[in-house]
């Protein structure tokens, strides 16, 4: 087995620290250039597994679609290292020293704090399938600033740090469309809309349950405008890659107009969080209010809990032609319009 | 508007030639680099829009969920000519063309012919998603032997000819997998392997309507396996991409293990099929035989019809590790598990 760190606890960082006592700059730069290193280390194993390798060694966690491989562990013990050497006093929270600690507390204080999911998209690298990637977040009083999300597979970086914009491949601006604004959402949102979802882990079969709840969800979404009584979304296409991390990217990008998803960990959403909410996008919380069911036009829209494990994220948006409509309304009513067609979730976590 | 050929039939090619009479290495090499030009088309207008070149022009076709862009018509016009250019003797059939005749019988005749998808993927690239791809297949007595999809977005490029071998990128064998010998299907198959599907654009709400046909075939193939009165699949991921041409070139490739489809045309799969079959893939028809519902242990696994609209498609695999089961077997035995999960789908068409 790998020499991953027991250590689950990212309190290790207690002092308060805001992001302008820090040298974002050289710590962009890092996160960077490790992402990059680490992701290289995924791809070099899954050429070896090409070039005649060996089987993949893999052990399932809590269900058997819930795997971790010897890549996660190697790669986690690799990206904890480095950043222990490089920054001593920021804490560490990672995905797999995480699932092997005994407390499922929500662990994210207010220091600088890494979240790290070594490979996120586990099952489709143990089958080879291009859509796992790193990513690494760097979070400050609870706020994502930095995000790096690296697909090697398809030589895809998603990248961002507060206030300097958020790119692919460190060059390309996001949104990816710039025409020569960013497109409106559409009027009548969620139709013209991608609509990213997971069928996730939670593959119980009982009325009510995660997977009931979702798949409702997801043919609301689908139907026609005049079915489900009216509620149809006919969104423009259905996208499920296995991977929270690319889905966040793909939204971040404008790839995606829509992403609705729970079950979430920090690991799987922080990096994804600073490059969309840097591209100009918006996160939320997946399950529509219960104050009033079917009417949100008052409900305020809030910025989604890093460790809600519920999430709505809809894409940087340019204001409305005629300027009757700015990007943030216009966000917030494409998030009301998915609340009227989504069921709640049920993913408690202790500590929240 | 495209100056894309109205002609829509694939007819002129009338005198049949067996694959033996013709130079396929020299059709090989022109259909690499055809497809190779005809995706640097697409992409360059991908990059025009990037830079702020514009908002992309799309037309409805059958639905809101049916485009067809201006670059779906060039580049139709373009691979034609080149074609007709080059073997003036061939059929040609084109998705763009077809949409635009007036018959929608079944075009493919005995002799050579190209099956053509200029943008598969045509919402992906709407939406600067990068899974879109060109798709061009070549067919000799209505058997694909030549099938070569590129994604240019992720300079990804599957080819392949019958008896050369299936390639990504021209120099990795396929499937990816190969470690020494290919990976053996799961004995407990669905469980295990990644299933590939997609909400497709029929989203009329009915009972027995093909939107909920899909899904109660998504749920039993995703649910636990205890779930569904014992039939739940409980796969590894449910995965889709909105593009068939890319889950047949995936599913050659072994990154997805099953592909379970209804409503494609000839363009969508003629070139995936080559390549499937090349790489040692099954091809057959996604609706569960009528004769002997829920047990199809004694059902021939007949291959598919170029024609029929209805796919399953099961990845190369290794025999098993005892040598038990041959890789021929294994696939028949994971295609009849996956008959008993699913709905029968109704797409009809004329002609067949």
Redesign the interface.
Known sequence: MASASQTSSATAASTSASSSDLDLDSIYAFAVQLTKDAGQRLLDGAKA???????IDTLEKDS??DLVTQADEDVEAFVKKEITARYPTHGFLGEESYSKGASRDYLVGGGPTWIVDPLDGT??YT????MYCVSIGFVVDGKPVIGVIYAPM???LFSACKGKGAFLNES?PLP?????VV?PLPANAP??C?FSCE?GKD???FAGGN?SRK?ES??TM???R???NGL?G?????????SAAMDLA?TA?????IWWEGGCWEWDVAAGFAILEEAGGLVTTANPPESKVGDYSDVAVEDAHLGGRLYLAIRPAGASADGAETARQAQERVAREVWKRVASLDYTRPGV
């Open positions: 597994r090409m070039a005649g390798g060996g089987v058997s679609v099952v489709n089958h080879l399938f291009a398809l030589n895809q390309i990816l469309q710039q025409n020569p497109p139709s013209g991608i069928w593959r119980r079969d997977l798949v997801f043919v689908a139907t026609e005049q079915g489900k149809g006919m969104v423009h296409g259905v996208r499920s890659l296995g793909y990008a404008g790839s995606f107009d």
